[in-house]
């Protein structure tokens, strides 16, 4: 079964700290929710599949598959030290 591909998006340009992300199978981010991120979504990167970590973020992958299946993303609200995801962290 070929594996469909996952987008990763930050809120906003990139930081360190804190954080808002989200994954959906749109590669454009056009169907994140705008109002819960009035910054902007920022492209992060593409993964194969969503395991336990995406970058480095600790997912439920069910709950996540469940979210992108029923709204066409997942959000998730990284705090500390968890939220270190962006481009220089390896893709998991």
């Known amino acids: 079964m070929p594996t469909e591909t996952i987008y990763l998006f ?3 340009s990139g930081f360190k700290g804190a954080g808002l992300f989200a994954l959906t ?3 454009s981010g056009g169907n994140l ?3 819960d991120c009035p910054a ?3 492209f992060d990167k593409s993964i194969d599949a ?3 970590a995406v970058a480095g973020i600790a997912i439920d ?3 996540a598959l469940a979210d992108i299946a029923k709204t066409g993303y ?3 609200y990284v705090k500390g030290a968890d939220a270190s ?3 220089d962290k390896p893709s998991v």
Request: a positive charge; one cysteine or more.
């Open 10 to 12: 930050i809120c906003g």
């Open 61 to 63: 992958a069910k709950a």
């Open 40 to 42: 902007g979504w920022a």
């Open 33 to 35: 929710p705008k109002a």
């Open 25 to 27: 199978r749109d590669r």
């Open 74 to 76: 997942h959000l998730l």
């Open 50 to 52: 969503i395991e336990r």
């Open 85 to 87: 995801a962006g481009t």
